[in-house]
């Protein structure tokens, strides 16, 4: 990428907001994680080769020396964990496989799991998401196994992401997979970009909501807080 599109795109606006309000204010453009037409077009071995030559040129610019120890298998050990770990949720190959059962033993109250541990990372710095995960579900007819809940929390965390994104992301993926509307999901989250740098305030949390069907009421969004609280 040439220097003149560079300029472009950081003198890019979004009604009225630069490239850096954006960023610092946390403003998303879509419910869907924004993705070329062609993501997938390059294997998951091309683009751990070209990141690794990607990030050994940032950390030149930096003015580091690959050819230390300690740095020369940096480049590609950072191309692994991005393919492979920490933004394995952008391949819908790596979708969590889900299987219902019948709800024979006829539970038709909330089920809630709670404190489901995740790490994301803000798509505007590419810093970490540090959180917590609380899902509640009623059945209509058929239930999900307890760690499909994770690994759908998972799968949608592991990618460059905006809380209120991830939080409704959940809830319309469990929403699809339960064939139901009564699905409740809260995230409370520390985000890297505001307590390490910028404002660098390392004491507030971030908190979004998800509340649909018998959940969108106030008597059940109170049960569920006792819940949690308990």
């Not at 590609?76 to 299987?99: C, H, Q, T, W």
């Not at 319309?172 to 509307?181: C, G, I, S």
């Not at 909501?209 to 959940?215: L, N, R």
């Amino acid at each position: 990428m040439n220097t003149e599109t560079i300029s472009q795109k950081n003198g890019h606006h979004l009604n009225g907001f630069s490239a850096e309000d954006i960023g610092d204010d946390h403003l998303f453009t879509s419910l869907d994680t924004p993705m070329k037409p062609n993501a997938f077009e390059m294997s998951n071995d091309e683009k751990k080769q070209r990141i690794s030559i990607l990030f050994s040129e940032i950390m030149d610019v930096l003015g580091l020396d690959l050819t230390d120890d300690s740095l020369q298998g940096t480049p590609d050990r950072v191309a692994k964990m991005y393919v492979e770990e920490i933004f394995s949720g952008l391949d819908p190959e790596n979708k969590p496989k889900i299987a219902l059962f019948d709800n024979k033993y006829q539970y038709n109250q909330m089920l809630v799991e709670k404190n489901i541990t995740f790490y994301s990372n803000c798509e505007h710095h590419f810093v970490p998401i540090i959180g917590k995960a609380h899902i509640a579900y009623k059945s209509s007819g058929k239930v999900i196994g307890l760690s499909k809940l994770n690994r759908i929390v998972q799968y949608y965390a592991k990618r460059p992401q905006v809380q209120e994104r991830l939080t409704n992301q959940i809830a319309n993926e469990l929403k699809t997979v339960l064939d139901t509307e009564d699905v409740a999901v809260i995230i409370d989250a520390k985000h890297l970009c505001v307590s390490s740098r910028g404002v660098k305030d390392d004491t507030s949390a971030t908190v979004t909501t998800y509340y649909g069907g018998e959940f969108n009421t106030p008597a059940k969004i109170v049960e569920l807080q006792n819940y949690l609280n308990n």
